[in-house]
């Protein structure tokens, strides 16, 4: 398999459909593309031909045709897209007789996207943007990953690069020249200023919410005592019969996850077992220490009829307030509801969702993902390490930290991470 043959795939949704566009990308595009579709219309300008198999000229469809030369395409090399009524019987057809043309392959998952990286029409953030745009669940999944699909960590990274090159040449002048009287001994100050400027910059990326709490959900567990309502108030958090209600105390022994998306967030709920000083038996044991994991885990921990940890993100709930004797709130409560009525369930919503908002990734932020995370800490922690009076460990250390900005950007050999990214995309993106 050659990274230089001419792949083709159908780069639309999955047919049936109305119509899907089988794409052809590589050094053979146009060619092949006129030997199914006769003469090939002027680039970028759509026209109506008639494919044809080259093996007994039998008409496959009358399709849209469109041709783009590269550089400036998709992926960096000639592309034809034809658009061809969506049946599969038709995209089967156009697909077997590109395929007898030689040099010829069909499209690995994420083979488009990976030859634009390789091109240079977008780097490594960019494709990682795009495969979490393509998976996005909710609107601030979508927003997140559009924002570093249009390259918003590009800009970022770039300009670091930049002024590090830029920072990088006055090193080396100053350690070539210092004893000419072109080369102020005032520069050493003026370069630790500007690293420590650049150092400041990617800490500030680095303490805003990761992207993993938009894609995996903000874990909200709920907690208390056994049987005071925790797998009720799952259900009505849920919508749905998500947990086993029974009056038994102890009835939930086991974490119960559901997902929810609510306004645009993901959330992860969790039912845990009840929290007692007196487990029943070894089995009610393994159920409280878990329910302590999960409240360790969480993101936000919803009590009900119980004091938190004093963490901000509790949220304390007086539960079965429907109930005689319970229709007062106790002391310190954030909310009162009943599970069974419905009564305050919005409320305690609205809570959540208040402190879920602080946990994610404002709409106008960049929100980098754990790789980037680990390289841009990197990346300022060489900036750090080049304060110091030594000029040699700066360079050094200016050195390493572009390094790091390059494996962000994928400029740099990381065949395995580009393999496992794009894994995940869907053959003909």
Aim: hydrophobic share 45%.
């Amino acid at each position: 398999m050659s990274a230089r043959d001419t792949i083709f795939a159908v780069s639309s949704g999955a047919p049936p459909a109305g119509i899907a566009i089988v794409r052809i990308s590589g050094p053979r595009a146009l060619p092949v593309a006129a030997v199914i579709a006769g003469a090939l219309p002027d680039p970028r300008r759509a026209a109506l031909r008639v494919l044809r198999d080259p093996r007994d000229g039998a008409v496959l469809d009358h399709a849209i045709t469109l041709v783009f030369t590269g550089p400036r395409t998709a992926t960096g090399e000639d592309c034809v897209e034809f658009h061809v009524h969506g049946g599969r019987a038709v995209v089967a057809a156009v697909e077997a007789a590109i395929a007898t043309q030689p040099g010829t392959r069909h499209a690995e998952a994420g083979e488009f996207t990976r030859r634009a990286l390789e091109n240079g029409i977008i780097d490594l953030t960019e494709a990682e943007g795009l495969g979490d745009l393509l998976a996005a669940q909710t609107e601030g999944q979508r927003r997140a990953a559009l924002r570093m699909a249009e390259g918003g960590l590009r800009v970022l990274v770039e300009r670091w690069s930049d002024d590090l090159v830029g920072i990088a040449a006055r090193i080396e002048a100053q350690l070539d020249f210092s004893d000419e009287d072109d080369v102020s001994d005032e520069a050493l100050g003026t370069i630790a200023a500007d690293i420590a400027q650049i150092a400041e910059a990617l800490e500030q990326v680095l303490r805003a919410p990761s992207v993993e709490r938009l894609h995996e959900g903000v874990r909200v567990v709920i907690a208390g005592a056994p049987n005071s309502g925790k797998s009720t108030l799952l259900n009505a958090l849920t919508g749905r019969d998500v947990a086993i209600v029974s009056p038994i105390s102890g009835t939930t022994r086991d974490r119960i996850e559901a997902s929810v998306v609510r306004a645009g967030m993901a959330y992860v709920l969790t039912d845990t077992a009840g929290l007692t000083q007196t487990p029943g038996d070894a089995i009610e044991q393994i159920g409280i220490d878990r329910a302590r994991e999960a409240i360790a885990g969480a993101d936000i921990v919803v009590w009900l009829d119980q004091p938190g940890d004093g963490s901000v993100s509790d949220i304390r709930v007086h539960a079965r307030c429907d109930m005689s004797g319970r229709e007062t709130p106790a002391g310190g409560a954030d909310v009162a509801l009943s599970a069974r009525t419905g009564q305050g369930v919005e409320a305690l919503w609205e809570l959540i969702a208040d402190r879920a908002t602080k946990l994610l990734p404002q709409a106008d932020s960049v929100a980098v993902n754990r790789r980037q995370r680990l390289l841009l800490a990197r990346c300022r922690d060489a900036l750090r390490a080049a304060n110091n009076s030594d000029l040699l460990i700066v360079a050094e250390e200016t050195r390493r930290a572009l390094r790091a900005l390059d494996d962000v950007a994928g400029r740099s050999g990381i065949e395995d991470v580009l393999d496992a990214i794009f894994s995940r995309f869907c053959i003909g993106k």
